[in-house]
């Protein structure tokens, strides 16, 4: 997924410069007397000016927990006085001096959001946690400030009325239409009163959303489940074993072990650990999280989110919070994200249940007294999958060594397509030691971007795995991207190989796929740089990038034995061809049950949002409703530990899915015209992938595929049709 600021700080950094430019601040530096009387000059606020580093990378060996407050409060300060300026500008309203200028404004803000929250995701401490519940609903204020200004909105409309007359290219017209819809969608046409009322809502949500975020790490890392003796985890791996041991010396019980929880359902462990007690104390604790009492209880907190936001919609003018969203999305409306779902969850469930009597025959037959659960269906699923193909996937792990996996799989299959290449700084501050930075050149040699891979797990990290700029491309600067990926591989004991899964390997290939399409970025305003695209066309570009995990010549170049170099064995390849939809059912159905309970929430009004001790039975009863209440496979997220829908992907879950329509149809594109070629990774960043939102996002995929999607190849690669059962 890509991850793009909280709220506010998006849409001040939509109504500003993504990055800045190599210019002084007259505030950046100070003279103060000291006690001797002498000058002596205060330590630099290093977000005061642009980063001197190349492509301005931030300065991590420079940046304290106390430089962010007064980076944000004059980022504020200067961000608003430039935006008064425009909209008390007694010119004439014009391209440059209001669209323009609003893009040129907020440089120093953009600079302290896009490292802060960047941080807070992923290096995060009391002091961040602390700062970012008292900067929320303070940087709400300021945007509401902007979006609900009548003098600076009546100058947009100025420019949207004449926008056909001024000889506009296409990428500065569709400037203009989008600030414009963007203040609509803010308020900027309701009265005085409503965005009194507006801002108000718009500051608690802020607030809420960043308390639910920070209950959940909270709830995350207490949740972690203690084991006291080390044949509690037979099945497990020696090195998954000695991390454990790692995890409990960490939290100063040594001679324990410690299994951490990931943000999903399921947790990794489940599909290797013996003991089915241990398996049932997981999933539960997985389960119950944010939603069993104690200070990080979530449900409250969703209660009045889902009821603020269906308020927000209705003073908006809209049905519900669902009919906002999908309105600025390329789905468009709630009836075609609720048909695509329906259409999909029947096959899906069936597929899943027929894989349980699979499942309940390898229990039954090992002398099992009991009935396939949630907590058994991965341990077992391993099992059955043994017998159909022969194939454990323990049996990868040891093909899958995460340096090559970066540079011998996701940047190999990136040369071959794009001609680019890659180098490792060495020379550039980091905010923690593990962390890797690379430059990336065109064919040509010219610098490209720069590329920060972040990919171990950490206590202090949220869950999941995403993309982030800290610099986005734009012309208007003349700045080139700093991309990070961000991943949640378990670190392995010092000295010891870091071992991937096939999923960590798809992984991160996917999210490779959002970098490209953040360095590829090749346009002229902020607004439109990289991933800043529908939310339901955002994961595509991505997805199309998972394709390259398995193909034949990418996978022969970085799935190698850790410690014999010896290729991955074509059997054991054809084995895991074979099986490409083996669990498909489950797969789709845990994830159609997340994203049909993201709808379910908000496509109701006010009047229907539960109060807190009702939002698990709202859950069961939309699971119900819907047809994936199947307990054996619960929703891959519950509602109080869904953070995406709690953030910047409310309503906009099923965007996965979506994406994957455009992406699968892509992939048969790719394959019936050559695979792996530059000709073919032309094509695709010249018509995709550089264009960012700088034109309609299906027009872009037309102009790459030649045609309208297709749901076939989807239905087929899930395996829900009759042919993929």
Do not use: C
């Amino acid at each position: 997924m890509t991850y793009r600021l909280t709220l506010t700080a998006a849409l001040a950094l939509s109504l500003g410069a993504a990055s800045p430019v190599l210019a002084a601040d007259g505030d950046a530096a100070k003279e103060a007397k000291s006690d001797s009387g002498k000058l002596e000059t205060k330590t630099v606020n290093p977000f005061f000016a642009p980063s001197p580093l190349p492509f301005h990378f931030p300065q991590f060996d420079k940046i304290h927990n106390e430089d962010y407050k007064p980076a944000f409060e004059k980022g504020m300060r200067d961000s608003e006085a430039e935006i008064l300026a425009i909209a008390n500008n007694p010119e004439p309203a014009t391209f440059e001096n209001t669209i323009v200028a609003m893009e040129r404004s907020g440089q120093l803000l953009t600079r302290v959001a896009r490292v802060f929250f960047s941080q807070a995701g992923t290096n995060t401490n009391d002091a961040i946690q602390k700062l970012q519940a008292e900067m929320a609903p303070k940087l709400s204020a300021h945007t509401d400030k902007m979006v609900l200004n009548s003098k600076l909105f009546a100058r947009i409309q100025a420019v949207y009325d004449q926008r056909d007359t001024l000889g506009l290219d296409a990428e500065s017209k569709r400037l203009v239409e989008r600030y414009r819809t963007d203040f609509v969608r803010a308020g900027a046409q309701l009265s005085d009163a409503d965005k009194t009322k507006l801002k108000a809502m718009n500051s608690e949500l802020a607030s809420l959303s960043t308390q639910f975020s920070q209950n959940l790490l909270k709830e995350t890392n207490a949740s972690a489940i203690v084991v006291d003796k080390r044949e509690q985890l037979a099945g497990l791996s020696d090195d998954a074993i000695a991390a454990t041991s790692e995890a409990a010396k960490k939290r100063d019980l040594d001679g324990k072990f410690v299994i951490p929880l990931m943000n999903t359902t399921g947790q990794p462990s489940l599909a290797s650990l013996k003991d089915r007690d241990l398996r049932e104390r997981i999933m539960q604790a997985s389960l119950n999280r944010g939603s069993h009492g104690g200070d990080f209880d979530n449900r409250a907190i969703v209660a009045s989110v889902v009821k603020l936001r269906a308020e927000r919609a209705a003073l908006l003018g809209y049905p519900n919070h669902a009919a906002y969203v999908l309105e600025d999305e390329t789905a468009g409306t709630v009836g075609a994200v609720n048909k695509l779902l329906a259409q999909l969850a029947p096959p899906a469930v069936a597929n899943a249940r027929a894989e349980a009597v699979d499942i309940q025959k390898v229990i039954d037959k090992e002398g099992g007294k009991f009935k396939v659960s949630a907590a058994d269906w991965a341990y077992y699923t391993e099992k059955v999958r043994k017998e159909k193909y022969d194939l454990d996937a323990e049996q990868l792990r040891p093909y899958f060594e995460m340096n090559n996996v970066l540079e011998k799989g996701v940047f190999f299959a990136a040369t071959k397509l794009y001609g680019i290449t890659f180098k490792e700084r060495k020379d550039l501050p980091l905010y923690l030691p593990d962390i890797r930075v690379f430059e990336v050149f065109e064919e040509n040699g010219d610098p490209l971007a720069l590329f920060i891979v972040d990919y171990y797990a950490r206590s202090n990290k949220r869950g999941g795995a995403w993309a982030n700029a800290y610099v986005a491309q734009s012309k208007l600067f003349g700045t080139k991207p700093v991309i990070a990926n961000h991943l949640n591989v378990p670190k392995p004991p010092e000295g010891e190989p870091t071992l991937m899964t096939y999923d960590e390997v798809n992984t991160a290939f996917h999210e490779f796929g959002h970098a490209l399409h953040g360095m590829f970025s090749n346009v002229t305003y902020p607004r439109f740089a990289g991933t800043s695209v529908p939310r339901d066309f955002v994961e595509y570009p991505s997805q199309v990038n998972e394709m390259w995990t398995a193909w034949p010549e990418v996978l022969k170049n970085y799935a190698k034995h850790y410690k014999t170099g010896e290729p991955l064995p074509k059997a054991l390849l054809d084995k895991v061809k074979a099986s490409e939809k083996f669990n498909q059912g489950f797969a789709t159905t845990e994830y159609l049950g997340a994203a049909l309970l993201d709808q379910a929430w908000h496509q109701i009004t006010a009047d229907q949002a539960p109060d807190a001790d009702g939002v698990l039975a709202f859950e069961a009863a939309a699971l119900k409703k819907a047809g994936v209440d199947y307990a054996p496979v619960p929703p891959r997220y519950r509602t109080t530990y869904f953070s995406h829908i709690m953030g910047g992907y409310s309503a906009g879950y099923y965007a996965y899915i979506w994406s994957e329509v455009l992406d699968a149809d892509s992939v048969e594109w790719f394959k019936k015209n050559g695979g792996l070629t530059r000709k073919n990774g032309d094509h695709f960043r010249e018509t995709l992938l550089s264009r960012g939102g700088s034109e309609d996002a299906m027009v872009l995929f037309r102009n790459f595929s030649g045609g309208e999607p297709y749901v076939q190849p989807l239905l087929e690669r899930r395996g829900l049709t009759p042919k993929g059962k």
